[in-house]
């Protein structure tokens, strides 16, 4: 683990040293990601590596899924380096939000783990800010901060409190772990301790920041936030539920009922979007309240189920930001209702947008149909009336993932769109970098679910 962040400490070198630091930066990554495959996808108990950091199966697929995501932001963003705005600068700020992340996946201590956590809202403002293309991200920006902020200070007393009582820092020394009972309610302490993470993952009803600073962001900020950013929030909920199990009772019904019914709500609202961003937002907190769903079942069986949900939506949400940037460059619109016809125009596109409507729908043979019903087996475990939530969900997301699709790539072509416009060959290629995992992985689940 030290060597993969003293090789990232070094990127960081890159752009004042060669001239060719897009191409050094990218190719880097992808020999870390398979590097680092190689050498930590063992099915490992959660352990120490170094004094500072500690890894299992859950940090593991997570920190590969950073890596992956980080050489596919710069892949993505050629158009920053074509038109020159502040390209440098760029390659940093993804190179540094790529370490915070790792640092916070791979930390031991649980305090370093908060400050990590919070420091990996710094660069992706400066993603939003800087390289957003329109006035209201700074608006977007402050959402994005003060609804963090806020949620994560009571996380930082429930920390300190859970520190005084066990006397040690360390999550691996879970045997030493306890969570403190002189709280007036141990709901409103668990609760506390969770706020910072459903804040983030978002849950429904904190979840406003979530489609401004999408809408706001460009199409590395939104490949970030939806790919890693929102799993830092279910990676914290996933730990804290495994070092201390026996709170879950307290506010699992709830959070269960909150998060079903949230992502029906939210699968609603996905059918009445116009804007195209807007709309993979929401989606994204409809999966995001299954996996929450999944955690507060405190099975093994959810738990991993979760873990592999993560996974899964990171590859498909990523996928479908990257066609709605394609899309916004071909008809210079991201309303649906100007996007028309595309199927005339670049039939490839539409097989593409087929491909990845079908993988956010959960068809086989993803891994999003194995987290789905790994999620819906262990949520119906909990209780049966779950099934109608459950019900509900899984056929307003076909709705909504369907109703995007043929209203973009039926019709008439509108006078906006550009006729000239063609799919470019690195297109293709962050398509295939985001297909082939969530297609491969398939062939040996237990890399993605295998954790506690």
């Known amino acids: 683990m030290l060597k993969i962040m003293l090789v990232m400490l070094s990127m960081l070198l890159l752009p004042t040293i060669t001239k060719m630091y897009k191409w050094a930066t990218l190719i880097m990554l992808i020999m870390m990601t398979s590097i680092y495959s190689a050498l930590m996808m063992s099915s490992t108990p959660y352990s120490m590596l170094t004094t500072f950091s500690a890894a299992d199966m859950m940090s593991t697929s997570l920190s590969i899924l ?16 074509m038109t020159n705005m502040h390209p440098k600068l760029f390659t940093t700020n993804v190179l540094m939000l790529t370490l915070i992340l790792l640092m916070c996946f791979n930390a031991s201590n649980m305090f370093m783990f908060y400050i990590w956590f919070e420091a990996s809202l710094v660069p992706t403002m400066v993603l939003i ?20 902020v806020t949620a994560s200070l ?30 007036p309610a141990a709901s409103i302490a668990w609760l506390m301790t969770l706020g910072g993470f459903l804040v983030k993952l978002p849950m429904f009803t904190t979840h406003l920041w979530l489609p401004k600073a999408h809408v706001e962001a460009p199409i590395a900020g939104s490949m970030i936030l939806a790919a890693v950013l929102l799993k830092l929030g279910g990676y914290g909920l996933l730990r804290m539920s495994y070092l201390f199990s026996h709170m879950l009772k307290h506010l699992s019904s709830v959070m269960m009922s909150v998060a079903l019914t949230g992502a029906v709500v939210t699968s609603l609202i996905c059918m009445r979007q116009t804007d195209l961003k807007s709309l993979i937002a929401y989606s994204s907190v409809g999966h995001m309240g299954l996996m929450v769903a999944g955690m507060n079942s405190n099975t093994n069986w959810g738990m991993q189920a979760s873990l592999a949900m993560m996974v899964a939506h990171g590859l498909s949400s990523s996928a479908l930001f990257v066609m709605a940037n394609m899309n916004y460059e071909i008809t210079s619109t991201r309303s649906l209702y100007m996007t028309k016809g595309l199927m005339a125009l670049m039939p490839i596109l539409t097989m593409w947008w087929f491909m990845f409507t079908a993988t956010n729908m959960a068809a086989p043979p993803t891994i999003n149909l194995l987290s789905e019903i790994m999620l819906i087996t262990s949520i119906m475990s909990t209780t049966t009336w779950s099934i109608v939530t459950l019900g509900l969900v899984s056929f307003f997301t076909a709705a909504y993932s369907l109703y995007m699709f043929t209203s973009m790539n039926h019709g008439t072509s509108t006078q906006t769109t550009n006729p000239l416009m063609n799919v470019k ?10 297909l082939v995992p969530a297609v491969l992985v398939i062939t040996k689940p237990e890399t993605i679910t295998s954790w506690c």
Do not use: N
């Open 66 to 81: 950073t890596i992956w995501v980080a050489a596919m932001m710069i892949l993505a963003s050629t158009k920053i380096y």
């Open 129 to 148: 800010m800087v390289w957003g293309y329109q006035p209201e991200r700074l608006q977007a920006s402050m959402y994005l901060m003060i609804y963090t």
């Open 425 to 434: 060959s690195k297109d293709f290629s962050l398509m295939l970098m985001h």
């Open 154 to 183: 009571p996380m930082l007393v429930a920390l300190c409190k859970i520190f005084m009582c066990s006397k040690t820092t360390h999550m691996p020394m879970f045997m030493s772990m306890t969570f403190p009972t002189d709280f």
